[in-house]
């Protein structure tokens, strides 16, 4: 088995908008139910960015709590990547921004595109910089304002998702913290299982592109569903076969907050307590790249993880892609 260098997350941080709207909400906006959207993704409630809430802001929030959490200042970061498929703009970056707005005028910035997966590829992005001995400081942010190009006439797609914003700040370590597997993967012939057809260079927005709703999020939820619970029954049966550890050697997987039922689906397969897993999105829905740091944060700051810990991070979605994280805490 590939060896790691040490390499710990010295701190996490996160960031939801206020705004609450609950299932009740949305029944009055599309034809919809609590009781359909309880039962088809566990889903009760999910935060929206008012006007103004950027990707930006919310991943500039959520990385002053890391930093904070980490001990540093903002100057000591010497490297941010937003994954993000919401940017502020095209361009510049939206890690250019955080960069500005929090002040870490000795970091290089850049945005990762990965949807769901984005948070997870960029922690294997952001430790193989400190593994080259280029940084010791890395800050990775994972923010989505999904409610921008979500359809809300669509009641397929507009029940899902949420808004939100967590960072991690890693480090290298010297007291045993380290990294025990890490995975990317994509399968681009999925690529129109989800996707904003859009405002891209394919694509360029139009009159007549705003008129077909062509800028908003379009899914084929049934193919993907099928398709995830297999990733991800795949991705922790990988892990846990590549580093010779048992489900029990385990004390907690994050997963990317998609549907309780995938999630569900593939613990069942694995003979996995539910109770292994952080769930979050029957409070945030799906929060894409935002997903697993929101729920790591919510998992650190409950103080339960203790050193030594083993937690694995898998997410996948839009791409297609995946990426699986397996840090001793
Ligand atoms: O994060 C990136 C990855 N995203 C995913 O992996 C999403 C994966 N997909 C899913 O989570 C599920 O496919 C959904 C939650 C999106 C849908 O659940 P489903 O059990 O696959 O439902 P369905 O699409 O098969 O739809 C069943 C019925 C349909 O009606 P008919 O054709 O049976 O009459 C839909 O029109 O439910 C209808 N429906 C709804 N009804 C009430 C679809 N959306 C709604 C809704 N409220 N919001």
């Known amino acids: ?14 960031f939801l908008p206020d705004k609450i709207v609950t299932n009740a909400d949305l029944e009055k906006i599309v034809d919809t139910s609590d009781e359909w959207i309880v039962t088809r993704s566990g889903i009760k409630e999910r935060r929206i960015a008012e006007n103004g809430v950027t990707t930006s802001y919310m991943s500039s929030k959520a990385a002053l709590r890391a930093i904070d959490a980490a001990g540093l200042k903002p100057s000591d970061i010497q490297m941010i990547i937003v994954a993000t498929v919401t940017p502020d703009h095209l361009f510049p970056a939206t890690a250019c921004l955080v ?37 010791d400081n890395v800050l ?8 921008k190009i979500t359809d809300w006439q669509d009641r397929s797609t507009c029940v899902l998702f949420g808004d939100g914003a967590g960072a991690t700040v890693l480090r290298r370590s010297d007291k045993g913290s380290r990294i025990l597997y890490q995975t990317m993967g994509s399968d681009g012939s999925g690529s ?29 939820g049934n193919e993907l569903f099928k398709w995830a619970v297999k990733k991800m029954k795949d991705l922790i049966s990988d892990a846990i076969e590549a580093t010779n550890i048992s489900v029990d050697d385990i004390k907690y997987i994050v997963p990317h907050q998609v549907n309780i039922r ?13 109770e292994k897993v952080e769930i979050n999105l029957d409070k945030y829905g799906n929060t894409s790249s935002a997903s697993v740091p929101i729920a790591l944060d919510e998992l650190v700051r409950r103080n339960v993880i203790k050193k030594g810990d083993k937690v ?13 994280f397996l840090i001793e805490w």
């Open 1 to 14: 088995m590939k060896q790691f260098s040490s390499i710990k997350i010295a701190g996490t941080g996160s």
């Open 99 to 135: 960069q500005e707005a929090i002040g870490a005028n000795n970091a290089a910035a850049f945005d990762l595109s990965a949807a769901c997966s984005g948070f997870v590829s960029a922690l294997s992005v952001g430790s193989s910089f400190i593994e080259s001995g280029l940084y």
């Open 140 to 147: 990775i942010i994972g923010a989505d304002t999904l409610s």
């Open 192 to 220: 129109d299982l989800l996707v904003v057809p859009a405002g891209g260079s394919g694509m360029p927005a139009s009159e007549e592109t705003v008129k077909n709703r062509d800028h908003f999020i379009k899914m084929k």
């Open 262 to 274: 995938i999630i569900s689906a593939a613990l069942k397969r694995l003979e996995i307590p539910l």
């Open 312 to 324: 694995l991070m898998v997410a996948f979605g839009s791409g297609l892609t995946w990426a699986t």
